[in-house]
C-alpha cells in the first residue's frame, strides 16, 4: 500500500512542477513554490528507488531535498501568505539553516572519519538544534496564517491557501515529531503519511486547473483609486466609500472586517466582495491603509502640522506602529514619510 502512495504522490507532484514550469517568470512565489515541490519529489527518492547506497548521487538529492523541505515552506509561506510580504535576504539565511546544519555535520563526519554519536553533546546540538528550528519556522507560518486570514478578501484564496498551509505543515509536523524526535516505528505510519502526500499534491493540482488566474498566487493589481461616491456606483460600494471618506473609520484602531461589516449593515460575504471586485484590493489591510496614508500624506503637507511627529499622525490615522505605517507609506509613495515631508517643504 505504501508503494502505492508513494508513487502516486511522486507523479502528482512531477505533474504540480510541469504545471508551475511556465509561471516560474511570473514572481517569486511561484517560483519557491515549484521549488517546494521539488523538495517532496526529492524527499521521495528513497522510497522510490529502495535502500539507497550512502554518498551516491540520488542519497545526495534525497538528503538535500528533505532536509531543505521545512525552510522552503517557510518562504513560501511568508511569499504567498503573508500580508504583502517581501522577503528579506536574512530570511534566506534562517531557512537554508534547516539544509546547511546537518550538511556541514555530515560532511565534517566524512572529512574527518568520525561518528558524530560518539560525542553525545555535540550530536544532540546539531540533531536537536536543527528539529527545533524546523518547528520553530513551520509554526512561525502557521501563525502568519492564521494572522492573514481574516484579512484576505479573496474568499477563495483564503480557504485554499489556508487549507494547503495549514494541511502542509500538519504534515511535516508529524514527520518531525513522529519519525525524526521520537523515532516511532508504527507500522500504520508509512501509509497514511505517504497517503496525506498523494492528496496534498492532487489537492494542488487540481487547484491549478480549476481556479481563475491568480487566486493562489497573487499578481500586483492595479488599484482603483477613484474613491469619490458616483452615481454608478452600487449602493453598497456608495455606503463603503462615504464610510471611509466622511466617518473615517479606519481611524478606528484594530478594525475588522468583520466590524466594519457589522457597521455598514452588510454582510460580511458581500462586502468581501464589493472591495475586491469594485475597487481591487486583496487585502482588507491595504485597502485601510489607502485612507490612512492618503491622510498623513494630506497633513504632512500642510503647515499647520509641520511641527507634529510624523508618529503622532501615523497613529492618529489608525496605524498601531510606526514601523508598520512606513511600510505602506513607502510601498504608496517610493519614500519615507519624512523625506516627502521634506520634499513638500522644500517646494513651498
Sequence with gaps: MSEFFVHFAF??????????????????????????????????????????????????????AGNALPGVFWLVSLSVF??????????????????????????????????????????????????????VLI??????????????????RRYMRGSLIGLNACYLVVVIVVEQLFNLQWSWLDPVKYALLAMLATTFNLLLFSLKEGTLFDPRLKKNHN?????????????????MLNEKLYRQEGITISAFSRHLAIHEYKLRQ???????????????NFYRIQEVTENLAQSNHKQRPVLTLALDSGFRSLSSFNKAFKNQHGITPTEYRNQQALSN
Excluded at 524527499?43 to 535502500?51: D, S, T, V
Excluded at 560532511?107 to 574527518?112: K, S, V
Excluded at 554519536?117 to 536537536?128: E, I, K, N
Design 11 to 64: 507523479s502528482q507532484m512531477a505533474l504540480c512542477f510541469v504545471l508551475l514550469l511556465p509561471r516560474l517568470k511570473k514572481n517569486l512565489s511561484i517560483q519557491l513554490f515549484a521549488l517546494l515541490i521539488l523538495c517532496g519529489c526529492g524527499y521521495l527518492l528513497g522510497e522510490l528507488f529502495g535502500p539507497l547506497n550512502r554518498m551516491s548521487f540520488v542519497w545526495w538529492a534525497q538528503y538535500i
Design 227 to 243: 474613491i469619490a461616491p458616483k452615481k454608478s456606483h452600487s449602493p453598497e460600494l456608495k455606503r463603503v466609500l462615504d464610510c
Design 139 to 156: 509554526f512561525h507560518a502557521l501563525v502568519v496564517v492564521i494572522k492573514n486570514w481574516q484579512g484576505d478578501l479573496v474568499q477563495e
Design 274 to 288: 464589493i472591495i475586491n471586485g469594485e475597487l481591487n484590493y486583496r487585502n482588507f489591510n491595504d485597502f485601510l
Design 82 to 135: 503573508a500580508d504583502r510580504q517581501e522577503l528579506k535576504p536574512w530570511q534566506f539565511y534562517v531557512a537554508s539553516m534547516t539544509l546547511l546544519i546537518p550538511t556541514l555535520a555530515t560532511l565534517i563526519q566524512l572529512a574527518l572519519h568520525l561518528d558524530l554519536r560518539q560525542y553525545p553533546a555535540f550530536y544532540g546540538l546539531v540533531t536537536y538544534g536543527a528539529l527545533g528550528l524546523e518547528l
